[in-house]
């Protein structure tokens, strides 16, 4: 005989994404996340650490804000040019 019981499962899900920015609530639609992923690997050892950094940006301030801090450093963008045929 089998015996069930119900239990509550809690979970984490997203409610809102904020510009890292202004702290502008933004969609899905129109949020630019960056992601920084560091491995540091230690001297005379096969140990590292990885750590992940996020960046979210609102559509207005990675234009004006973030995109033209990384022209004025001297970054150039490698473009990738989609079309959904």
Do not use: P, Q
């Amino acid at each position: 005989m089998k015996f069930y019981r119900t239990i509550e499962i809690k979970s984490n899900i997203l409610s809102k994404t904020t510009c890292d920015i202004c702290g502008k609530d933004t969609n899905e639609k129109e949020i630019i996340t960056l992601i920084d992923r560091v491995e540091d690997w230690h001297d005379h050892s096969e140990s590292y650490k990885v750590t992940r950094e996020t960046y979210d940006f609102c559509g207005k301030c990675y234009k004006e804000k973030l995109k033209e801090f990384l022209n004025i450093l001297g970054a150039k963008a490698t473009v990738i040019s989609e079309t959904d045929d």
